[in-house]
């Protein structure tokens, strides 16, 4: 016997409960026979004005993480997903993978998370020289900047929204994330990432890629495939750029 729905895949996905864009965005992209079960991690909707209350942003989404965990491990599934990005770089690369080993250990799952996926899309792709773009304040860029350093990237140009409270995040608009994406394009880069989850990017990532004639990558669309990937599915699945609909 199997699950009705989720005969194939189950993933528990975790997002912080300021969080409005992964859950749709992931909806979009499930194949038939997968199913997310969304967990939340009670973080408050803080203003955010500057780099020390960016780090309490972070500190909120750690310390409410493990319960989130344990709530969704009720429903059985059979991956973990978490749709975070900004715990899953900061430290940079060995605190990362730190954060995937704990939790693989603690859920006896495997799990995918948003740096690790990062890096696999971009180095699929072919691409070694990036620009980033963020909602985050500058404490955040720098953390992102050093985990794809420490992953053998080159960042040629991080553009931070300096997004003014969780919430908010998910309001940038696609035509200014779009304009975004131009800034931190550039002479010799080869792809423009964009991370952060609540920024709602993976529609019209493939809009700006077509534009500037290069890669760009919106972190749901790479977590989502990095989780269907590692579990096996190889389903093409159109809309959301080269990643699904190629690789």
Same mark, same amino acid.
């Given at each position: 016997?199997?699950? !009705?729905l989720g005969y194939r895949a189950k993933f528990?996905?975790?997002?912080?409960?300021?969080?409005?864009? @992964?859950?749709?965005? &992931?909806?979009?992209?499930?194949?038939? +026979?997968?199913?997310?079960?969304?967990?939340?991690?009670?973080?408050?909707n803080m203003a955010l004005e500057n780099d020390?209350?960016?780090?309490? $942003?972070?500190?909120?989404?750690?310390?409410?993480?493990?319960?989130?965990?344990?709530?969704?491990?009720?429903? /059985?599934?059979?991956?973990?997903?978490? #749709?975070? !990005?900004?715990?899953?770089?900061?430290?940079?690369?060995?605190?990362?993978?730190?954060?995937?080993?704990?939790?693989?250990?603690?859920?006896?799952?495997?799990? !995918?998370?948003? *740096?690790?996926?990062?890096?696999?899309?971009?180095?699929?792709?072919?691409?070694?020289?990036?620009?980033?773009?963020?909602?985050?304040?500058? @404490? #955040?860029?720098?953390?992102?900047?050093? &985990? &794809? *350093? /420490?992953?053998?990237?080159?960042?040629?140009?991080?553009?931070?929204?300096?997004?003014?409270?969780?919430?908010?995040? *998910?309001?940038?608009?696609?035509? /200014?994330?779009?304009?975004?994406?131009? /800034?931190?394009?550039?002479?010799?880069?080869?792809?423009?990432?964009?991370? #952060?989850?609540?920024?709602?990017?993976?529609?019209?990532?493939?809009?700006?890629?077509?534009? $500037?004639?290069?890669?760009?990558?919106?972190?749901?669309?790479?977590?989502?495939?990095?989780?269907?990937?590692?579990?096996?599915?190889?389903?093409?699945?159109? +809309? &959301?750029?080269? $990643?699904?609909e190629e690789f």
């Amino acid at each position: 016997m199997t699950d !009705s729905l989720g005969y194939r895949a189950k993933f528990g996905v975790l997002v912080p409960s300021t969080n409005t864009s @992964v859950q749709p965005e &992931f909806d979009a992209m499930r194949p038939a +026979g997968v199913t997310n079960h969304i967990s939340r991690i009670r973080i408050p909707n803080m203003a955010l004005e500057n780099d020390d209350d960016f780090s309490r $942003l972070v500190e909120h989404i750690a310390a409410g993480q493990i319960e989130a965990v344990d709530s969704v491990m009720t429903a /059985e599934p059979t991956r973990i997903v978490l #749709g975070i !990005s900004v715990e899953t770089f900061w430290g940079g690369y060995e605190l990362s993978r730190k954060l995937k080993r704990e939790l693989e250990i603690h859920t006896g799952l495997p799990v !995918s998370l948003g *740096a690790e996926a990062s890096e696999a899309a971009l180095k699929r792709l072919g691409a070694k020289r990036i620009g980033v773009v963020t909602p985050y304040w500058p @404490v #955040g860029d720098k953390n992102v900047a050093q &985990f &794809f *350093a /420490e992953a053998g990237f080159e960042v040629r140009k991080i553009v931070g929204l300096k997004c003014r409270s969780p919430v908010l995040i *998910a309001h940038v608009s696609e035509g /200014e994330l779009d304009a975004a994406v131009t /800034e931190a394009d550039g002479p010799g880069i080869d792809a423009v990432i964009q991370v #952060g989850t609540n920024l709602a990017m993976a529609r019209s990532a493939p809009f700006s890629e077509r534009r $500037l004639g290069k890669p760009v990558v919106a972190i749901n669309t790479a977590i989502y495939w990095h989780a269907l990937r590692a579990s096996g599915i190889e389903d093409k699945i159109a +809309g &959301f750029g080269p $990643l699904l609909e190629e690789f």
